[in-house]
């Protein structure tokens, strides 16, 4: 199954809204946020921070690509996907061990930041292998064989939050 979970970013919910952030500031999300399992959140792929909406751009067009568009390119890679791992038929998310390594060919530089991210903040054996898949998917949508640079720094920042990995 897929699990898509939610919350508020602290008790009060505003600690990323400065115009509206109640007195206790960066206290406020770290005891909120500490009461979530770490083995829990470990387990998730992919952690997005967004900041409040204004209300002047909930009336905006949408921007981005069309959900048809996304669509094809989710399909190219899933085929991808089950091509390379035909064996198995299996997707990214499903591969364990040597069946990852074997797909997830990074590029030195990519290797090298991975690396350093794991020791920095401390990514367990499963959120270095999770980052890899994510990595993996990333190269894919992109039809890219070999993992890169940059599709790293992309999985990356979908596990570290901004502020922490702007400060790596």
């Known amino acids: 199954f897929m699990l898509i979970a939610a919350a508020n970013p602290c008790k009060c919910g505003y600690c990323n809204d400065p115009a509206n952030a109640n007195y206790k500031?960066?206290?406020?999300?770290?005891?909120?946020?500490?009461?979530?399992?770490?083995?829990?959140?470990?387990?998730?792929?992919?952690?997005?921070?967004?900041?409040?909406?204004?209300?002047?751009?909930?009336?905006?067009?949408?921007?981005?690509?069309?959900?048809?568009?996304?669509?094809?390119?989710?399909?190219?890679?899933?085929?991808?996907?089950?091509?390379?791992?035909?064996?198995?038929?299996?997707?990214?998310?499903?591969?364990?061990?040597?069946?990852?390594?074997?797909?997830?060919?990074?590029?030195?530089?990519?290797?090298?930041?991975?690396?350093?991210a794991a020791l920095k903040f401390g990514l367990s054996a499963r959120g270095y292998h999770r980052v890899l898949r994510v990595a993996r998917t990333i190269a894919d949508l992109e039809g890219q064989e070999k993992i890169q640079r940059h599709h790293i720094t992309e999985a990356l920042s979908y596990r570290i939050s901004t502020p922490?990995?702007?400060q790596a």
Request: with cysteine.
């Open 164 to 166: 922490e990995l702007a």
């Open 25 to 116: 500031g960066i206290k406020c999300k770290e005891g909120y946020l500490d009461r979530i399992s770490g083995p829990l959140m470990d387990r998730f792929d992919i952690r997005i921070d967004l900041p409040p909406a204004d209300i002047q751009s909930l009336s905006l067009p949408a921007s981005g690509d069309p959900s048809s568009l996304i669509r094809e390119r989710v399909t190219r890679a899933r085929e991808i996907q089950m091509k390379r791992n035909s064996q198995e038929n299996l997707c990214n998310a499903h591969l364990e061990g040597r069946q990852l390594e074997d797909v997830a060919q990074v590029e030195a530089a990519g290797q090298e930041i991975l690396q350093k």
